[in-house]
């Protein structure tokens, strides 16, 4: 039987993992970032494929850096005959990558040669793609490069934002996945080389790419604060402090002047205007209060036509 060691940290990763135990695959040990603190209280958490290995009886494996020697040695001596990638977060050491007799390969959450990096489906949505999908594909020494062997296209709705995006991409690549992997145990599967000229990236998402820019068109920022639903969020200035802007709606409205005075108020929404446009925001955080919606901050005096986002 073939020997599967599975490498992945996010959700998006767990039903992938648990494809594989359910249709029988020998999947020896499971590779996942170590605990972390988490939220306000720092409670040290564990990583969603961790949660999934533990339900599904599997060892477990929490290496700090792959890098260091002893880590490496440790994944070397589990002698898979097959890595299987999902969102793992650590670049794996050409040594692993050389080790299984069937290669490593990874469930890529886009079209590449599209979007190569860690954010590729918070970019597609901020880009105001129709459509993405998945690639799985040989690993290489050079990020998200290698050969691919499947894909399947994931349309992108209108009201689809990151969260929504990373469940549907992980079912697609479950489903992906288990009708490529046995055309690669039998040696019969496609390679096909990326096209280099075609390659785009989407590195993970910085601060600045979070702040909202209302000289951009409202779709553009509309755009933007999906793509960063439900993480790490768009967020604007108000008053001198930051303001998370949880979800906006484009409008039909028009309306003149600067880019981020408000121009209206309705019962559930703030009417902001863009470089091109009225947008509506509809759920807000106030920096060190909770997330609400924009009809709960609306009922005390905080403010009104003429202020000024940032």
Same mark, same amino acid.
């Given at each position: 039987?073939?020997?599967?060691?599975?490498?992945?940290?996010?959700?998006?990763?767990?039903?992938?993992?648990?494809?594989?135990?359910?249709?029988?695959?020998?999947?020896?040990?499971?590779?996942?970032?170590?605990?972390?603190?988490?939220?306000?209280?720092?409670?040290?958490?564990?990583?969603?494929?961790?949660?999934?290995?533990?339900?599904?009886? *599997? %060892?477990?494996?929490?290496? =700090?850096?792959? /890098?260091?020697?002893?880590?490496?040695? @440790?994944?070397?001596? #589990?002698? !898979?005959?097959?890595?299987?990638?999902?969102?793992?977060?650590?670049? *794996? %050491?050409?040594?692993?990558? =050389?080790?299984? /007799?069937?290669?490593?390969?990874?469930? @890529?959450?886009?079209? #590449?040669? !599209?979007?190569?990096?860690?954010?590729?489906?918070?970019?597609?949505?901020?880009?105001?793609?129709?459509?993405?999908?998945?690639?799985?594909?040989?690993?290489?020494?050079?990020?998200?490069?290698?050969?691919?062997?499947?894909?399947?296209?994931?349309?992108?709705?209108?009201?689809?934002?990151?969260?929504?995006?990373?469940?549907?991409?992980?079912?697609?690549?479950?489903?992906?996945?288990?009708?490529?992997?046995?055309?690669?145990?039998?040696?019969?599967?496609?390679?096909?080389?990326?096209?280099?000229?075609?390659?785009?990236?989407?590195?993970?998402?910085?601060?600045?790419?979070?702040?909202?820019?209302?000289?951009?068109?409202?779709?553009?920022?509309?755009?933007?604060?999906?793509?960063?639903?439900?993480?790490?969020?768009?967020?604007?200035?108000?008053?001198?402090?930051?303001?998370?802007?949880?979800?906006?709606?484009?409008?039909?409205?028009?309306?003149?002047?600067?880019?981020?005075?408000?121009?209206?108020?309705?019962?559930?929404?703030?009417?902001?205007?863009?470089?091109?446009?009225?947008?509506?925001?509809?759920?807000?955080?106030?920096?060190?209060?909770?997330?609400?919606?924009?009809?709960?901050?609306?009922?005390?005096?905080?403010?009104?036509?003429?202020?000024?986002?940032?």
């Amino acid at each position: 039987m073939t020997k599967i060691v599975f490498m992945g940290t996010p959700a998006f990763s767990a039903p992938i993992l648990r494809m594989l135990v359910e249709e029988g695959y020998e999947v020896i040990s499971v590779v996942t970032q170590p605990d972390r603190p988490v939220g306000r209280k720092k409670i040290m958490t564990a990583t969603p494929v961790k949660e999934e290995a533990m339900r599904l009886g *599997l %060892p477990v494996y929490q290496p =700090e850096k792959l /890098k260091n020697p002893e880590e490496l040695q @440790h994944v070397l001596d #589990l002698e !898979a005959d097959l890595i299987v990638t999902a969102a793992f977060g650590q670049i *794996l %050491p050409s040594e692993i990558l =050389e080790a299984p /007799k069937l290669g490593a390969i990874n469930v @890529h959450a886009s079209l #590449l040669p !599209a979007y190569r990096g860690g954010a590729p489906i918070h970019q597609a949505i901020m880009d105001g793609q129709k459509e993405t999908g998945v690639t799985i594909m040989y690993m290489v020494d050079r990020l998200d490069a290698g050969d691919i062997i499947s894909q399947v296209v994931v349309p992108i709705e209108e009201r689809d934002h990151t969260g929504s995006m990373f469940d549907k991409l992980s079912i697609a690549g479950r489903d992906l996945l288990k009708r490529t992997l046995p055309p690669i145990i039998a040696g019969t599967n496609e390679r096909i080389p990326q096209d280099e000229q075609a390659v785009t990236y989407a590195r993970n998402i910085s601060r600045e790419q979070e702040r909202i820019d209302w000289s951009k068109p409202a779709a553009a920022i509309y755009n933007q604060v999906r793509g960063l639903h439900p993480w790490p969020v768009a967020y604007t200035t108000f008053n001198g402090a930051n303001m998370k802007i949880w979800w906006a709606e484009k409008t039909s409205s028009n309306a003149s002047g600067q880019a981020g005075k408000v121009v209206g108020l309705t019962e559930d929404s703030i009417l902001v205007q863009t470089g091109e446009g009225v947008l509506a925001i509809t759920e807000l955080q106030p920096a060190g209060k909770k997330r609400m919606t924009a009809k709960e901050y609306l009922k005390g005096p905080k403010i009104q036509a003429g202020d000024l986002f940032e």
